[in-house]
């Protein structure tokens, strides 16, 4: 059973909608990343399972309990902010303490000096203490516990953040952001960090981020979100090899796919006018998007292929290079993005003219709605380019 | 452009020169007038306070420290100088503490934030003069609708104004409405500083009561704001006089006496320019002295960002 469940949630900022019945569960000790561009509601999704913000209709399901109604202490969870959000007129030691003193102290036990007065308050204390110390040493903080936040590195801080989170070990863990603020060296070494950290306690996770790097690296299983609903969930490899969605297309992967016009004709999807890639399975709209992932594409003799692009622009990436190419006779199209081996042995001069060959099994085909197209690619190379050269004219 | 198609080196201090003839023109308005206005005349006051000078005299004559041995004699400094410290001592922390109860409370409140905010205010900006005489009806012993309601639930007609032992607190509830208000402004102020944030993880941390909310996030981020708003009001408290001049001047027997009125009536009722500028002086340097503690605490409590 699902350690967390959303059931058909939806909300709305003054009639906008933000979030349009979410559906999604995570299993329990799941590490699922919701991922999307700025403003797809993914943040607001995650104050919701939170309890910070309410939802207008829908159900939370924490271990097979609605929580809909219980404010955010009721529901054991731990949530990391993009700003870290550190308490800071609190020591580090102060702000681990803080969830512990909340939870296990009354409201008399913590008023100032009954920690002094009373025996059973000091030994609780001692716990926290003790706590405390644990989870410092956990993410290596034990040195800084008497500092204030302020006299931390940015890193540091990412780290009490975590830390204050873990401090209580909730049954659900929120993480929003929490790497953006950090520069690239360290955010990919924190990456691994949550990731080992994560694994090791076993607490179900959720983690919101913009980053499709970071939900591709640390994710069980990834939800794209797009304009407040999820498009398509699945692991990474799923994600990027079946992308469902156009959008979800775009957005995960580097470099950006692709993208080429097509169209279909007679129940046959042509590419760029030149190419045809197979039969649809279903009657589609007659005009479509077809993409391609940078090393899907091949480069051949320009004489040998139907579709032909001018060198403009090489990125030397180190482990590979990514070609830039204007579709010839299209130069309205993006260019096409090509990876190949940096020591391929080839004209890199702009303008160099190349063949490009598309291979119709790679094809990713989207109709006008932007979900994915099925189709029946088409085996034989020596028909698609046969007698096609012609009909150009697009 | 390249570094060589710079001016020559040996120009660059002389445009600097310029720069700088430039910025002490701009400056030069207000260095004259405060030198004018505040330096000069505080001058004056200082020399003026060893002297025995009269308003109106011709004769001038240096009285060495004379003013200032009669001042600590004086039982009228000393009653006023009492008055405006239980003046003070009321007002302050009553008016810090209502107009950070209503800040917090009109924030926190979607409903009418902006009626409630005005009508707090109103009282900074109003003319003193003209509301002190609706308060003298709102408080007049026989018409006044104060002692009406009092007559309706039971108690007596007060006579707020005249009786020695009211008309001070009567004058430093009148300071707390008339304080409280700019309190209120500069601590909305500094709550719009705290990030939104900290009480997200306050209440995800256990800590969504008000009451809890408050102490742990909102008092301890106010930090900094409360010393200014504490000095700044306590530095308008110490020189009221509108109030105490347009309501009861000075009393009955000098029982709302304070320092300016003080000073005010020894200099123009009496015409002892020389022992008003005396008091005066002593006044200055108390100011002062609050100055520099406030700019010690700032510079202690700026801690935070």
């Known amino acids: 059973m699902a350690f967390l469940e959303l059931r058909n949630l939806s909300k709305s900022f003054d009639s906008t909608p933000v979030l349009r019945s979410i559906d999604l569960s995570v299993d329990e000790g799941e590490f699922v990343a919701v991922v999307g561009p700025s403003g797809c509601g993914k943040s607001t999704l995650l104050r919701i399972i939170a309890g910070l913000e309410a939802h207008e209709a829908g159900e939370i399901l924490i271990s097979g309990v609605r929580v809909d109604a219980l404010p955010p202490k009721a529901r054991d969870i731990a949530m990391v902010f993009q700003s870290y959000a550190l308490y800071p007129h609190m020591t580090v030691a102060q702000n ?10 009354s409201r008399l036990e913590r008023l100032p000096l009954v920690r002094r007065l009373n025996h059973r308050v000091a030994a609780k204390y001692r716990d926290i203490r003790a706590t405390i110390e644990e989870t410092a040493a956990l993410v290596e903080l034990s040195s800084l516990l008497e500092r204030k936040p302020k006299q931390l590195s940015g890193g540091q801080q990412q780290r009490v953040a975590l830390a204050r989170a873990l401090v209580r070990q909730p049954s659900l863990f929120l993480l929003d952001e929490p790497l953006s603020n950090l520069d690239a060296a360290l955010r990919a070494s924190t990456r691994t960090e949550i990731v080992e950290l994560q694994r090791r306690l076993g607490v179900t996770t959720v983690y919101v981020t913009h980053d499709q790097t970071e939900a ?173 050269v012609g009909g150009n004219g697009a | 452009m390249t570094a060589d198609a710079l001016p020559a080196n040996s120009l660059v201090p002389s445009s600097r020169r310029s720069q700088a003839g430039i910025a002490w023109l701009f400056v030069a308005p207000l260095l004259i007038g405060l030198f004018l206005f505040l330096l000069l005349p505080s001058l004056g006051v200082v020399i003026l306070s060893f002297s025995d000078w009269k308003l109106g005299e011709k004769n001038i004559a240096f009285y060495g420290l004379a003013n200032y041995m009669e001042l600590f004699t004086d039982p009228v400094f000393w009653n006023s100088a009492t008055n405006t410290a239980l003046y003070c001592l009321f007002v302050t922390p009553i008016s810090v503490a209502l107009g950070v109860w209503l800040a917090v409370l009109i924030e926190s409140s979607r409903l009418g934030r902006v009626f409630f905010r005005s009508a707090c205010f109103l009282p900074v900006v109003s003319t003193t003069v003209a509301m002190a005489i609706v308060w003298e009806f709102l408080l007049h012993p026989t018409l006044g609708p104060v002692n009406a309601l009092l007559v309706l639930i039971g108690i007596p007609a007060q006579r707020f104004l005249s009786d020695a032992a009211l008309v001070l607190p009567t004058l430093a509830a009148y300071g707390i409405w008339e304080n409280a208000g700019y309190v209120m402004v500069l601590v909305m102020a500094g709550l719009k500083t705290i990030p939104s944030d900290l009480y997200s993880a306050a209440s995800v941390d256990g800590a969504d009561r008000p009451w809890e909310r408050f102490w742990t996030i909102t008092w301890p981020m106010l930090g900094p704001t409360m010393v200014f708003v504490v000095i700044i009001i306590l530095l308008r408290v110490v020189r009221v006089f509108e109030t105490v001049a347009a309501l009861t001047q000075g009393g009955p027997h000098r029982a709302s006496e304070v320092i300016l009125y003080t000073i005010y009536l020894e200099g123009f009722n009496y015409f002892r320019i020389g022992y008003a500028s005396a008091l005066t002086v002593v006044f200055l340097l108390v100011m002062l002295i609050l100055m520099l503690i406030k700019f010690r605490l700032l510079d202690r409590a700026a801690h935070y960002q």
């Open chain 1, 96 to 105: 681990l303490a803080f969830p512990l003193v909340m939870r296990d102290l």
């Open chain 1, 216 to 388: 591709m690296t640390m994710a069980r299983r990834i939800a794209v979100m797009m304009d407040g609903k999820i498009v398509q969930m699945g692991q990474a490899e799923e994600i990027y090899r079946l992308p469902n969605d156009l959008r979800v297309a775009q957005f995960i992967g580097m470099p950006q796919m692709t993208l080429l016009p097509g169209d279909v004709r007679g129940g046959v999807i042509w590419v760029a006018g030149a190419q045809t890639l197979g039969r649809v399975a279903k009657p589609a709209s007659p005009r479509v998007t077809v993409g391609y992932r940078a090393e899907d594409i091949k480069l051949a003799d320009g004489s040998t292929t139907s579709l032909t692009g001018i060198l403009r622009h090489v990125e030397f990436l180190g482990s590979e290079a990514l070609i830039h190419l204007e579709l010839t006779g299209l130069p309205e199209v993006a260019p096409l993005i090509v990876r190949v081996a940096p020591d391929t042995p080839m004209d890199l001069a702009p303008g160099t003219v190349y063949g490009i060959a598309l291979d119709p099994r790679n094809a990713h085909v989207f109709g006008a709605d932007g979900r994915r197209l099925d189709f029946e690619p088409l085996a034989h190379a020596a028909t698609m380019s046969a007698g096609v």
